[in-house]
Nanobody, 125 residues
Framework: QVQLVESGGGLVQAGTSLRLSCVASGRTFYFMGWFRQAPGKEREFVATVGWNGVRTYYADSVKGRFTISRDNAKNTVYLQMNSLKPEDTAVYYC????????????????????WGQGTQVTVSS
Protein backbone atom coordinates (compact mmCIF):
# COMPACT_ATOMS: atom_id res chain seq x y z
CA GLN A 1 0.00 0.00 0.00
CA VAL A 2 1.38 3.37 -1.02
CA GLN A 3 1.37 6.10 1.59
CA LEU A 4 2.78 9.59 1.87
CA VAL A 5 2.86 10.97 5.40
CA GLU A 6 3.74 14.61 6.05
CA SER A 7 4.99 16.12 9.28
CA GLY A 8 6.59 19.30 10.56
CA GLY A 9 3.83 21.83 10.17
CA GLY A 10 2.90 24.27 12.88
CA LEU A 11 2.29 27.84 13.96
CA VAL A 12 5.28 30.16 13.63
CA GLN A 13 6.02 33.85 13.45
CA ALA A 14 6.94 35.63 10.25
CA GLY A 15 10.64 35.53 9.50
CA THR A 16 11.23 32.18 11.14
CA SER A 17 11.75 28.72 9.66
CA LEU A 18 10.10 25.33 9.46
CA ARG A 19 11.12 22.04 7.90
CA LEU A 20 8.48 19.75 6.48
CA SER A 21 9.09 16.06 5.96
CA CYS A 22 7.24 13.52 3.87
CA VAL A 23 7.90 9.82 4.26
CA ALA A 24 6.81 7.58 1.41
CA SER A 25 6.12 3.89 1.71
CA GLY A 26 5.04 1.16 -0.66
CA ARG A 27 7.21 2.09 -3.63
CA THR A 28 9.74 4.60 -4.88
CA PHE A 29 8.92 7.69 -6.90
CA TYR A 30 10.54 9.73 -9.61
CA PHE A 31 9.47 13.20 -8.53
CA MET A 32 8.57 14.08 -4.98
CA GLY A 33 7.21 17.51 -4.35
CA TRP A 34 5.10 19.89 -2.36
CA PHE A 35 1.94 21.79 -3.13
CA ARG A 36 -0.06 24.06 -0.86
CA GLN A 37 -3.61 25.25 -0.58
CA ALA A 38 -4.78 28.30 1.33
CA PRO A 39 -8.44 28.78 2.33
CA GLY A 40 -10.54 29.79 -0.65
CA LYS A 41 -7.69 29.29 -3.10
CA GLU A 42 -6.68 26.59 -5.53
CA ARG A 43 -3.92 24.16 -4.79
CA GLU A 44 -0.63 25.60 -6.02
CA PHE A 45 2.78 24.21 -6.80
CA VAL A 46 5.59 24.93 -4.33
CA ALA A 47 8.60 22.79 -5.20
CA THR A 48 9.61 19.41 -6.52
CA VAL A 49 12.75 17.31 -6.85
CA GLY A 50 13.65 14.54 -9.25
CA TRP A 51 14.98 11.10 -8.45
CA ASN A 52 18.66 11.98 -8.17
CA GLY A 53 18.17 15.42 -6.66
CA VAL A 54 19.60 17.24 -9.67
CA ARG A 55 16.34 18.46 -11.17
CA THR A 56 14.59 20.86 -8.81
CA TYR A 57 11.80 23.29 -9.57
CA TYR A 58 10.38 26.05 -7.41
CA ALA A 59 7.46 28.42 -7.57
CA ASP A 60 8.61 32.00 -8.01
CA SER A 61 6.98 32.93 -4.73
CA VAL A 62 9.31 30.67 -2.74
CA LYS A 63 12.58 30.86 -4.71
CA GLY A 64 15.46 31.84 -2.49
CA ARG A 65 13.50 31.05 0.69
CA PHE A 66 12.55 27.38 0.37
CA THR A 67 14.83 24.44 -0.37
CA ILE A 68 13.64 20.99 -1.36
CA SER A 69 15.75 17.88 -0.90
CA ARG A 70 15.30 14.14 -0.70
CA ASP A 71 16.90 11.15 0.95
CA ASN A 72 16.25 8.10 -1.20
CA ALA A 73 17.58 5.74 1.44
CA LYS A 74 14.74 6.92 3.68
CA ASN A 75 12.27 7.49 0.83
CA THR A 76 11.75 10.94 2.28
CA VAL A 77 11.45 14.44 0.85
CA TYR A 78 12.06 17.60 2.85
CA LEU A 79 11.04 21.20 2.44
CA GLN A 80 13.16 23.69 4.36
CA MET A 81 11.19 26.90 4.61
CA ASN A 82 13.05 30.03 5.69
CA SER A 83 11.98 33.65 6.03
CA LEU A 84 8.38 32.58 6.28
CA LYS A 85 5.68 35.11 5.45
CA PRO A 86 2.00 35.23 6.42
CA GLU A 87 1.13 34.50 2.78
CA ASP A 88 2.85 31.12 3.15
CA THR A 89 0.00 30.06 5.42
CA ALA A 90 -1.66 27.00 3.90
CA VAL A 91 -2.08 23.27 4.10
CA TYR A 92 1.02 21.76 2.55
CA TYR A 93 0.66 18.52 0.62
CA CYS A 94 3.33 16.06 -0.35
CA UNK A 95 2.90 14.52 -3.79
CA UNK A 96 4.81 12.05 -5.93
CA UNK A 97 5.04 10.77 -9.47
CA UNK A 98 5.73 7.28 -10.68
CA UNK A 99 7.46 8.36 -13.85
CA UNK A 100 9.57 11.18 -15.22
CA UNK A 101 7.86 14.43 -16.19
CA UNK A 102 8.93 17.44 -18.23
CA UNK A 103 9.67 20.76 -16.61
CA UNK A 104 6.24 22.19 -17.30
CA UNK A 105 4.08 19.22 -16.37
CA UNK A 106 5.94 18.65 -13.14
CA UNK A 107 4.50 21.85 -11.68
CA UNK A 108 0.90 20.76 -12.26
CA UNK A 109 -1.17 18.77 -9.76
CA UNK A 110 -2.44 16.42 -12.49
CA UNK A 111 1.08 15.11 -13.05
CA UNK A 112 1.23 13.57 -9.58
CA UNK A 113 0.04 10.06 -8.84
CA UNK A 114 -0.04 10.01 -5.05
CA TRP A 115 -0.82 12.58 -2.39
CA GLY A 116 -0.45 12.88 1.35
CA GLN A 117 -3.11 14.13 3.72
CA GLY A 118 -1.48 17.50 4.29
CA THR A 119 0.08 19.40 7.17
CA GLN A 120 -0.99 22.86 8.29
CA VAL A 121 1.50 25.71 8.25
CA THR A 122 0.38 28.97 9.83
CA VAL A 123 2.60 32.04 9.79
CA SER A 124 1.59 34.91 12.04
CA SER A 125 2.61 38.49 11.41
Amino acid sequence: QVQLVESGGGLVQAGTSLRLSCVASGRTFYFMGWFRQAPGKEREFVATVGWNGVRTYYADSVKGRFTISRDNAKNTVYLQMNSLKPEDTAVYYCASTIGNKDGVAVTAPYAYDYWGQGTQVTVSS
